[in-house]
């Protein structure tokens, strides 16, 4: 976890703070602490008199994060914010925080390099693994159960819906002969059988067969979707008139809720969209850090009227 937590590069972190607008003395959330980036850029915006508040239902992020803050604690002295971290998802936010009370709120829904990189949590294929993929390790059912136990049309529809995979049926069938499947590796040489690499779009390498059915299996068994709309409804509320709302997505689905739940706010009064389009990393950030490649932030600013 230690080698993870160094290797860490907060995606877009600058465009985030700037979107932001972080207030020295204001209450900022942080729905997806993760290893910590972006929120301790955060608290040391914030000085003494502000406030800071985390989520995150991953216990081993937790952990690190909160390692981190007493970290940046005694760095900081008496110019630390008041800080506060929740071991919970942030579908849940509103139980712990009041209404209008917030002056931004960021969501980076991208996976961690610390998941990615322990096999045992099961996120990749790219070290062999048991199935797990849950984000909160002690709940809910396994990538494995999913895999072992649902219907060939269950896991059709959900790997054409979570993935976006056109031959999902063929996946599913795969899967459902080649069972029992028990560890990343195994189902990953399973769907390698079935279609070649897809071609890459321009400047990338070609996607490994696996890619989306791990995507949309990690999805469903963390019900992250409804997690996010969850999360994009309680915003309006949480924030006072001039907070802002900043997301970060990392493929089309989430993107898609999060561009629709913007224009929405918009359509209502609620919100004032400050991203006409979504931003995203630079060159420099690319070459750095590649998983950026994929992120895309979107940004809004709570407008005066009430909600209904």
Known sequence: MERSSERHVPVLLQDAIRYLNVRAGGTYVDATLGLGGHATAVARELGGAGHFIGFDRDPDALELARGRFQALSEELGRQMPQWVLHGEPFSVMSRYIAEGSLDGLLADFGVSSMQLDSAHRGFSFQADGPLDMRMDPRRGATAEQVVN???????????????????????????????????????????????????????????????????????????ELDEIQALLQAAPRLLKPGGRLVVISFHSLEDRLAKDALREGARQGIFEVLTRKPATASEEETDRNPRARSAKLRAAERTEKRME
């Open 149 to 223: 136990q649902a219907d060939e049309k269950v896991l059709a529809d959900l790997i054409y819906e979570f993935g976006e995979e056109r031959r999902s049926r063929r996946f599913a069938r795969a899967i459902v002969r080649a069972r029992p499947i028990k560890t990343t590796a195994q189902l990953a040489k399973v769907l390698s059988a079935v279609a070649p690499a897809m071609k890459p779009e321009r400047g990338r390498h070609p996607i490994h067969p696996a890619t989306r059915i791990f995507q949309a299996l990690r999805i469903y068994v963390n019900a």
